[in-house]
């Protein structure tokens, strides 16, 4: 069992910055391929970026590519998303996802855990 916890997200002009964290609880954090989804109001959920288990793989939507970055720091059992150049469309819920058995999460049908979202609010 994972357990995500994500903060960060905030209010933010459009242009500004923003980073998101997503702690894990449990020992086996190394083994999970990480991700970043979101929703926004009236639309499905959509895949942001992931993370390979080691860290050394990253995969981005079309829509945040050259703007966000994913991270991931295993000895704190933490993935970051860090979002530059906000635009008012990147408004949503921001949730974090856990891949178990070295799977990368870059759709919702690979996720096996999920955190409870952190709104990111971009005004233009």
């Known amino acids: 069992q994972v357990q995500l916890v994500e903060s960060g997200g905030a209010l933010v002009q459009a242009g500004g910055s923003l980073r998101l964290s997503c702690a894990a609880s449990?020992?086996?954090?190394?083994?999970?391929?990480m991700g970043w989804f979101r929703q926004a109001p009236g639309k499905e959920r959509e895949f942001v970026a992931a993370?390979?288990?080691?860290?050394?793989?990253?995969y981005y939507a079309d829509s945040v590519k050259g703007r966000f970055t994913i991270s991931r720091d295993n000895t704190k059992n933490t993935v970051y998303l860090q979002m530059n150049t906000l635009k008012p469309e990147d408004t949503a819920a921001y949730y974090c996802?856990?891949?178990?058995?070295?799977?990368?999460?870059?759709?919702?049908?690979?996720?096996?855990?999920w955190g409870q979202g952190t709104q990111v609010t971009v005004s233009s």
């Open positions: 993370i390979t288990w080691g860290g050394r793989g990253t």
């Open positions: 996802a856990a891949a178990s058995s070295f799977r990368t999460p870059k759709s919702g049908d690979d996720v096996d855990y």
């Open positions: 449990g020992r086996t954090f190394s083994k999970y391929g």
